[in-house]
């Protein structure tokens, strides 16, 4: 079984930037790709970045150019740095990985954009 904990938000005024890291841990387990997603108040799971095993990314049109998806498969980790931050930013990202057994998901992290 894998557990992904996320870590790094917090309130932060428009413009702003903010980087959130996510780490897996288990035993015996490969990630295939590895995704943040998030979830605004009152609206459905949105897919922000996406970064495969073969170094590929992929990023949601809202957030691109602003938004930065890094992996490091020795660390099991993926981070997401986002930078010139807009209040309709808000909400709570989740960081998701596609292994042999699933997905797995992390609690999620809030993030807040206001001034």
């Known amino acids: 079984q894998v557990q992904l904990v996320e870590s790094g938000g917090g309130l932060v005024q428009p413009g702003g930037s903010l980087r959130l890291s996510c780490v897996a841990s288990?035993?015996?387990?490969?990630?295939?790709?590895m995704d943040w997603y998030r979830q605004a108040p009152g609206k459905g799971r949105e897919l922000v970045a996406t970064?495969?095993?073969?170094?590929?990314?992929n990023y949601a049109d809202s957030v691109k150019g602003r938004f930065t998806i890094a992996r490091d498969n020795a660390k099991n980790t993926v981070s997401l740095q986002m930078n010139s931050l807009k209040p309709e930013d808000t909400a709570v990202y989740y960081c998701?990985?596609?292994?042999?057994?699933?997905?797995?998901w992390g609690m999620g992290t809030q993030v807040t954009v206001s001034s």
């Open positions: 998701a990985m596609i292994v042999q057994s699933g997905v797995a």
């Open positions: 288990g035993s015996n387990f490969s990630i295939n790709t």
């Open positions: 970064a495969t095993s073969g170094g590929r990314t």
